[in-house]
């Protein structure tokens, strides 16, 4: 009967780029803030419990699992969330790459997925497949078998070094 | 030409790409990016948990602790007592039961007088939030009496009382079925080789990353809305008029995009009903979300399935006669069982050639969440115990495994010994691609001791031949809207799953009216707005619904056709439809844009608007039990895993499978590619990790609920796919299309189990195959008994008297023979 009766908690902090403010219940994870209280439904969950990666967000640059983190902890940093991907240029290269290559199959985990990529990219512009792998170890995806993750992130990280790289035609087609 | 959304401009260069008329294709065959893949990458799809309304309460269900226990009485006076608690209801509230299956009516949205696992539902509270809810919900309080636990298949043969459930064949039998097709002694007399074998397939659960939601408003209108992940909205709405007590006509099913289904969605669900209950008492919107726990506990995944097989071949590997056995662990409740039991009996005889063929199913009812449907429904154990055993006759019979299959593969167009009719079949292609592929010939049995290479076949159907409940009607039907600005809008009941049948129809309308595929709205199960389609199960999606908008199409552009023919003055059979116009195609600068052609129709016939539907074509069995396993048409595939097992760790690694897969013709490549690598992945773990276990000794608890300890494929262990699509064109699908979101799963656990075999000398003839039995078998080996980890036997039971009937080869007209001794 808990937080009725008690006061809310009330924090500033930055999210996607805009200052902002909000009040609630202090138990709540940031998860529960972006989506309950923020109404920023992008962010997913499939668990709750730190397993799954689903609900993957950055804070200050770093992915965090927002199910584990409080809400108090995010005063005053900076968290960006799925809805903060797409700029007024347009999509962000992961993005695109992730619609254009069918590596968002039901698309629930796929917040979690870019999220992670793009911490990963901002790190490693040319990442090996064993980097991705390892990088994208902690998120799960029930849909694609991760190899059209794979493929969307490699040629992201292409486009985003201003490199040339074509998806091999097996990737499309399968092979001959 | 559509513009190709598609920024990497990938096009088929093989000049290959032409429908079954030689016209050459726009759409179909290309990878477009999916209608909704802007939606699904920026955040912005609205899965059922991210609805709010105003208002709106949240809903909890509180489970039964107990296994298997008559309730003495619920006590909910101090939970009704806390602040901001607005309705709590049990199972006397709900009374109507439901059930997936019109012969399997055993659910109710709250138990009434019974719980029958741990995870079953007994009373629900809705409260202004969350943390209220769950309060409520732990002051409720329930007496429960507790009956004996019956926690497996050999219990539940054995232990007559007490009954989990007071129907079925007796005691805590559920179902059990007998078919014989052709004179089996005969056939086994044949024979050159008999082997017998028995396997076990572990049950495993689909683990879709969304946990199930619904919201449910009962409005001032006092009509009835949910939104619910769920992949069967049509039946979820027959099961809320039912339960309900409400006209359908008042009740609206909105199925919102699943976060992965799997199969796990197809039910209806107790949380569903007891929702709009709540709605329907407070007034007010009603929302839940399961946990993860809770997910575990709905469950209606893969069966454990214990099989017994006995095949009969000649020298060169053909088969005489096949007898096969299997055991289903049902769980507590019916849900698609039935279904279920006769699918581990139907698709073995539509691969290779098995001229006689008997099955003995048998389903119990035990106390652990209920099985059901899981990609695949009820195929991928026994085409697992059918793979290996085939693999250990060609080793017998001293054949290439590739090779033997090869040899006696089933023809197309034919009609099988149990009445299931092939169109098209591409599986000597895919087996030699991947044979090619993977280097087979250089490999098996060459490789040193720790690697090996496993290769199996499969088949699966493209849509189940009959609805769920009897009827005559279409089983898909798609309304078309033609807007004189040029846009068009398709209506259609089917539910995007992740799968992209939202894309799938566009595609298809867009290449017959010679539009671009994001011109076109999609809208999508909604019972209020759609016309039916029965749902996203059985791979019959892109078929059905397929058809069903070629259809619409179809009769829109004759519509569009004759208006235009009439201002151009050309015959209609000169008309084009492409680049969003409409031209003569003797004279393309002869024509009208798309958005003029409608106007022109809509001037001549008033408002643009048409319909399709499909219907499967009837199938040639007639004998009870022949209405599962018929399909408009059956995809194929093939596969090749590559390990290493490292004999001090029994530890498996997959490096890489080869798959092929006979799609008949991809409508999108890239989205095909995608369901092939996403069905390897979760065959993958299948095979090698995923299983749902039961503490025997705690009352069938289940072990681990949690993503955690549910050992799922991450990015460390999927394996490398080689995939090679086999475009053999099925006169029954949309463009020759087939199904690809099952089948592709099929042959992996097999091919893996004979992969293991290859690198190191041992049979784990069961799934998972999981270290410590790769270490049982080795140590076995090495103690110099049978080097082989699985079960030794199946129960002894007794089966009902066989339903007879004649295989076409014998002269059968598809009906049950008279019950008297043919066969002499
Ligand atoms: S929801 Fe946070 S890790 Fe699963
Ligand atoms: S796309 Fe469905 S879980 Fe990843």
Redesign the pocket.
Known sequence: MSQRTKQKAHIGFNVNGDPVEVAFAPHKTL?EVLREDMNLMGT?????????????VLVDGRSI????MLGLDAEGRHVETIEGMETSAGLHPLQETFADLGAAQCGYCTP?FLLVAKELLAAKPNPTREEIKEALS?N?CRCTGYIKIYEAVELAAARMRGAEMELPRESVYGYE | MATNKNSNGFRRNDGNNADANGKDLKVVGKPFRKVDARAKCTGQTKFADDIVLPRMLYAKLLRSHEPHAIIKSIDTSKAEALPGVLAVITGKDLPIPYGILPVSQDEHPLCVDRVRFIGDPVAAVAAIDEDTAFEAMNLIEVEYEKLQTITSIEEAVLIDEPRIHDYGEGGNVHKSVHLEFGDLDEGFAQADLVREDVFFYEGNTHLPMEQHAAVAHYDSDDKLTLWTSTQTPHYVHRALAKTLGMRAAHIRVIATPNGGGFGGKSDPFNHEIVVCELSRRTRRPVKVTLT?EEVFYCHRGRHPVLMKIKTGVKKDGAITAMDFESFLDGGAYGSYGVASTFYTGALQTVTYDVPRYRFKGLRAFTNKPPCGPKRGHGTPQPRFGLEVQLDKLAEELKLDPAEMRLKHLAPPNSVTANYLRIGSMGLGKCIEKVVKGSDWKNKHRKLPFGKGVGLACSSYICGAGLPIYWNNMPHSGVQLALDRQGGVRIQCGSIDIGQGSDSILAYIVAEVLGIDPFDIRVLTADTDLTPVDLGSYSSRVTLMTGNAALQAAERARELLSIAVAEKLCTPVENLSFADRRVFDVENPETGVTFAEAVVLAESKFGTIGTVGSYTPPRSPGKFKGAGVGPSPAYSYSAAIAEVDVDAETGFVTVERVWIGHDIGRSINPMLVMGQVEGGVYMGLGEALMEEMIYRANRNAVHKFPS?LEYKSPTTLEMCDVLTYLVEDADPNGPFGAKEVGQGPLLPVMPAVANAVYDAVGVRVDEVPITPEKVLAALRAKARGKEARFGPTGVPAVEWPDALKVLTPAEGGDGKEMPRVAVHS
Request: net charge neutral.
């Open positions: 998860l997913k969950h499939g668990c709750e419990l730190g397993e799954c990666g689903t609900c993957a699992l927002s199910c584990l979690g902690g799960l | 993860r993503m």
